[in-house]
């Protein structure tokens, strides 16, 4: 159906494609081994800026906040949202229209409005109170806010995937909920809650906006690190961070596509 | 009269099952309420209230922060604010029409490829939007500074002034919202091609139709709910992108998610900055209850992600 010639201008287009998507990150990992500080004119091969990196203390105090903000935001998300999730789909006979539209709601939110929202109500909660002051305390609530509809999301269509009438049989088999909670619900959305996990720590890796409003003075993360030396124009090591970043993303990539190739599913997430 | 045992075991089971939907949806929602809902809601309030001497928020309850939105200041009417809203839906739409004329052929082409290169290839288009935004923008500052080979080149080509960079401009910030969202497009344009009824586009073709002609009555109505999709997951964020102008507009391209967060950062009048924001939030959800509709409409029913 599709001639030979039309399908060589679009493989054509695939690669121009590809140079697109992949030249701005090429760039950054080349003169992230630069021996010079100029990210137009490369002179020779050094290791210089990586070497400086673990000397470098706010680097590595942002590289802290970053991980502790993702890991514990996600762990709280996934049992917040997997109960979520479990509710959703045992009542979903029932109405619940305004519990969508909640969950719906910090998807759809701007990014900014979002941040600014939550710093101007943390703000004025601390100076009521004193509790919730600007720190990581503040950016693992907002995180957690943003999470839990993804993690109820995923679970809710795991469960759906599953044969109903498996419920009635855990049902005859263990009689306390929590044995059927241990026994039976965990195990079979046990792939559903990693992959929620692991949205969820991706996202919290990912986000700058949010967290730059709703962070302290003492809580700043990686991406809002590297925002404050690209605003005030000295990077040097930036392109070395950078890239370790580039680098943890394209090791992700691999392990999903062999977690994909051993099950045959779909790559969309 | 007593109940029958019956009815009462009814109405227990119906209070059990209340019990469990509250038990396991409400410590989410409640999450939600009180670190979403509350702040917005107390964020549009603020907007409805005076600019206090120190920059904070304090009674009486004006429309002064939406007639300075409108642009009224103390020097009469200006035009700025109108720039930036038209701004940026203006670069939305632009941004967002070439994403789809670029993600309709890469979709396309996905398609025709070999069944087991195809994840390989979609995770090719999606793996650059898992690094993060700054980076991709700060990729895309080092591209286009001055005195790289791609300014050089359009300046040679009489594009720009001498000694002059692509970036900062707006038509960085275009490019930098397009490398964002393209993933977007194509993903949900694929799952539409894979279903494609491609003897429709047989027929058509056998009835004499020019290509333009069979994709527009037999292919582009078979991936409208794809293409509607993909509208609402790029048209959406773009609209309230904060980084892309920030980073590659350089002060002049800035687009209303910038408005917003200089009124709270440098600028200081906060009801102001709540009444952009109340602005932005009416814009998107407008904006997704019409794509809603149009999907509605389309007949794309589920599929229509949000």
């Known amino acids: ?269 | 009269m007593s109940k029958r045992p019956f009815e009462r075991s009814v109405r227990q089971l119906r209070f059990r099952e209340t019990r469990h939907l509250l038990l396991t949806t409400l410590p989410g929602a409640f999450w939600i309420v009180l670190f979403l809902v509350l702040p917005s809601l107390y964020l549009v309030s603020m907007a409805f209230l005076t600019n206090g001497t120190y920059g904070q928020p304090s009674l009486p309850l004006t429309f002064d922060a939406f007639r300075q939105l409108a642009g009224f200041g103390f020097l009469g009417w200006s035009p700025g604010n109108l720039y930036t809203l038209l701004r940026s839906l203006w670069q939305t739409v632009v941004a967002t029409a070439l994403v789809v004329v670029i993600a309709y052929p890469i979709a396309y082409y996905i398609t025709l490829c070999r069944q087991s290169l195809r994840p390989i290839m979609l995770l090719l288009v999606v793996v650059p939007s898992w690094t993060n935004q700054v980076i991709r923008a700060f990729g895309w500052m080092n591209l286009l500074a001055p005195d790289t080979p791609l300014s050089n080149l359009a300046q040679s080509l009489g594009l720009i002034a001498p000694h002059m960079g692509l970036f900062p401009s707006s038509f960085a910030v275009t490019l930098g919202l397009i490398y964002n969202f393209l993933p977007f497009m194509v993903l949900p344009l694929y799952a539409a091609f894979e279903k494609l009824d491609t003897t429709l586009v047989e027929a058509a073709r056998d009835l004499y139709a020019s290509p333009l002609k069979a994709f527009w009555v037999a292919v582009f109505p078979q991936t409208l709910p794809g293409l509607l999709a993909g509208i609402v997951l790029v048209a959406v964020p773009a609209f309230g992108m904060y980084v892309v102008p920030e980073l590659l507009g350089g002060g002049r391209s800035l687009m209303i998610g910038n408005l917003v967060a200089s009124q709270f950062a440098g600028g200081s009048n906060w009801p102001y900055g709540a009444a952009a924001s109340l602005l932005m939030l009416v814009a998107t959800l407008l904006g997704i209850f019409l794509l809603r509709r149009l999907g509605r409409r389309a007949g794309g029913g589920e599929e229509v992600v949000i």
Not at chain 1, 225 to 232: M, P, T
């Open chain 1, 1 to 269: 159906m599709t001639s030979p010639s039309l399908k060589r201008s679009l493989a054509c287009l695939w690669w121009v494609l590809m140079a697109f998507l992949y030249l701005p990150l090429a760039v950054v990992v080349l003169f992230s081994f630069n021996s010079i500080n100029s990210s137009a004119l490369f002179e020779s091969f050094s290791l210089r800026w990586y070497e400086r990196l673990w000397g470098n203390e706010q680097i590595m105090a942002s590289l802290g906040h970053s991980l502790v903000l993702a890991i514990i935001s996600s762990v709280t998300a996934v049992v917040i949202g997997t109960l979520m999730g479990y509710g959703l789909y045992r009542h979903r006979a029932r109405r619940l229209g305004w519990l969508i539209v909640l969950i719906y709601l910090p998807i759809v939110m701007p990014d900014i409005v979002f941040g600014i929202s939550n710093m101007t109500f943390f703000v004025r909660i601390s100076s009521l109170t004193g509790w919730l002051s600007p720190g990581l305390g503040t950016m693992v609530l907002s995180h957690v806010t943003f999470q839990i509809p993804f993690v109820a999301l995923i679970v809710y269509s795991r469960f759906v995937g599953l044969d109903a009438t498996l419920f009635d049989a855990a049902k005859d088999l263990y009689a306390s909920p929590f044995d059927r909670a241990r026994h039976f619900i965990v195990p079979s959305i046990k792939p559903a809650l990693v992959s929620a996990f692991f949205l969820s720590f991706t996202l919290s890796i990912d986000d700058f906006v949010i967290s730059f409003f709703t962070a302290g003075p003492e809580s700043s993360t990686l991406p809002i690190y590297i925002w404050g030396a690209i605003r005030k124009g000295v990077t040097p090591e930036i392109n070395a961070i950078a890239s370790l970043m580039i680098a943890a993303v394209a090791v992700a990539a691999v392990i999903s596509l062999a977690f994909t190739r051993s099950k045959g599913s779909d790559a969309s997430r």
